[in-house]
Nanobody, 123 residues
Framework: QMQLVESGGGLVQAGGSLRLSCAAS????????MGWFRQAPGKEREFLAA????????SYADSVEGRCTISKDNAKNIMYLQMNSLKPEDTAVYYC????????????????WGQGTRATVSS
C-alpha cells in the first residue's frame, strides 16, 4: 500500500516560487504514474501535471504550462513540482497522487492520494 506525503507549501508573494515534494513509502514510485492536483477555495480539485513511471514523459494543464515543472526521483522515491511566477489564483491545497499504471490527467483514475499541502500566494 503506497502512502504519499506532500510538503513544501507555505506563504509566498506573487511572482515567487515554491517547490512541492511528494514523498512516497510502502512502494516504489518507479512503478507508478504520478500527478499533482490542486483545490482552490470554493472550487473543485483540478489536474495540474503528471509524470510517467520512468519520469521521461510529462503532461501539464494549460493553467500552469510554462510555469511549473514536474519531476520524479525514482531513486529517492520522491516527486516534485517546481512552481514559478506564482499568482494569487494559485492559492490552493496541492495534492499528489499515484496510479499503478500509465500517468493520467483524470483524477478518479488515481489510486493513492496524499493529504495535501497548502500554498498561499499573496498579492
Amino acid at each position: 500500500q503506497m502512502q504519499l506525503v506532500e510538503s513544501g507549501g507555505g506563504l509566498v508573494q506573487a511572482g515567487g516560487s515554491l517547490r512541492l515534494s511528494c514523498a512516497a513509502s510502502g512502494s516504489t514510485v518507479r512503478m507508478y504514474g504520478m500527478g499533482w492536483f490542486r483545490q482552490a477555495p470554493g472550487k473543485e480539485r483540478e489536474f495540474l501535471a503528471a509524470v510517467s513511471r520512468s519520469g521521461s514523459k510529462t503532461s501539464y494543464a494549460d493553467s500552469v504550462e510554462g510555469r511549473c515543472t514536474i519531476s520524479k526521483d525514482n531513486a529517492k522515491n520522491i516527486m516534485y513540482l517546481q512552481m514559478n511566477s506564482l499568482k494569487p489564483e494559485d492559492t490552493a491545497v496541492y495534492y499528489c497522487a499515484a496510479r499503478y499504471s500509465l500517468y493520467d490527467v483524470v483524477q478518479y483514475r488515481y489510486d493513492f492520494w496524499g493529504q495535501g499541502t497548502r500554498a498561499t500566494v499573496s498579492s
